[in-house]
Structures are given as C-alpha cells and as structure tokens.
C-alpha cells in the first residue's frame, strides 16, 4: 500500500494517507511522552512492540466480536486502518486503583474495584484532556445517547475480552484508555491497545510493565515493553 501525504502527527504516532480514501497508515514512533507532554523522550523500539502489539490485541478482539479499524500489518512499525472520523472523547477502564483516580480520591493504589470503572475525558491536548461526564458527551454534540451507549457497552466487552487473553499470559490489566470513531455509519475501535494506553502488571510480582516506569523515573523501560510484547505476541 503506497504512503501518501502525512495527515497528521501525534506524539506516538503519525497518520499518512493511501491511495484508498477509506484507509490510512498509522506509523508507531518511538517517542514518548508524559503529564500532558510536559516530559519528553524516546524509548527504544517503542514503535515496534507498540505496533505488533497492538495488532495481536486487535486481531483477537475482531474474533472475539469487538469490530475495529485494523486492516493488516504493512512493517514492524506500520499498520493498515479505517479511515475515521475520530470521536472526541477517550474512555478510560478501570479494574484496579491506579494512576489518576488514586491522586483525585486519595485512595491507595492496588485495590482491586470489585467491578470495573468507565470514565470518560475530553480529546483534547490544549486542554488537558479533562474529565468529563455523560451529559458533557451528550449535550455538545461529541456522540449521540445511542453512541454513548454503545461506546460504554464496547468498552466494557474490550476489558473482558483483553483480561481473559491477559490472564494466562501472568498480566493484570489495571487500567486502560480506548478511542472510537465512526465509519460507513458503524463505531469502530480505533487508536491503539499497548503499555503506552495500557496500565499492565506482573500477575507475580507486580511489576509495572507500562509507560508508567518511563512516566516516573523507574528504569528499565525499554525491557518492559520487551516483556509485554513477549508475553502477547509469543516472540523476542
């Protein structure tokens, strides 16, 4: 598939256009970033893992009945995807205390929620991607009750599906953030499902095997996401 035109440069990844106007590539950097892009460096072979990763997680999922935008792997760092019209709100799935919703609470990181948590943050970088509730989606025009609805009900099959691939594989799923987006009138899956989206802990030890030892100085980062992309794609 031949890359055309950049459409669009994130801080993970870039977006190019195709010959297809209905399909698009999306190109894993190994940039990263933290704190709303206040922290800024490069972790080694990120885009890579991060790309067949995510593939793996999107391929099961489609089997499992969650429809996404993955078409097909093109190279180590690029994927084939729906072109969508992206909508503007992040859903974050919780099933252990962690991150954010430990520092607003002031609750002790670990716990396990006995049911999994939704909440929703407005896509937004200049803002921060703030907090935002159902009647902020609903109201402004970001997604119609019917959408919200499915997008809730999707989230929640993607965290029962992924903490059932994920449990054999010795990883807890502690928290992560899905985007969706409409295509041919159908919502679809979209962005990415990776330790860059993805709180991820040894069922063991407990070892934090994500972007949050990248986020807090905890050191060997890029072996984490070795790790991770061993364990779900069964290679080194």
């Known amino acids: 598939m031949e890359k055309r035109e950049l459409l669009y440069e994130g801080k993970a990844k870039q977006v190019y256009a195709t010959v297809d106007p209905d399909l698009v590539i999306q190109y894993f950097k190994d940039d990263a970033t933290a704190f709303n892009a ?20 999107f391929r099961y999922l489609e089997e499992h009945g969650v429809p996404t935008h993955f078409v097909r792997t093109l190279s180590e760092r690029e994927m084939l995807v729906r072109r969508l019209e992206i909508i503007p709100v992040e859903v974050v799935v919780r099933n252990v205390i962690a991150g954010s919703l430990a520092k607003r609470l002031g609750l002790s990181e670990g716990r396990e929620l006995p049911r999994p948590i939704l909440e929703h943050y407005y896509k937004n970088d200049a803002l921060g991607d703030p907090l935002i509730n159902p009647w902020h989606i609903t109201v402004l025009g970001f997604a119609s009750e019917g959408e919200l609805e499915e997008i809730n009900r999707r ?9 059932t691939f994920l449990q054999p594989r010795g990883l807890i799923l502690v928290d992560f953030k899905l985007e969706f987006g409409r295509f041919q009138g159908r919502l679809l899956l979209a962005d990415e499902i990776s330790p860059d989206t993805c709180r991820f802990w040894d069922a063991a030890s407990g070892e934090k095997l994500d ?26």
């Open 155 to 163: 989230a929640l099959q993607v965290n029962d599906s992924l903490r």
């Open 38 to 57: 206040q922290k800024r460096g490069t972790i080694v072979n990120k885009g890579r893992y991060n790309n067949a990763i995510s593939a793996s997680l």
């Open 211 to 236: 972007k949050d030892r990248f986020r807090f100085d905890l050191g060997n980062v890029e072996s984490a996401y070795a790790e991770v992309h061993r364990r779900i794609c069964g290679v080194a």
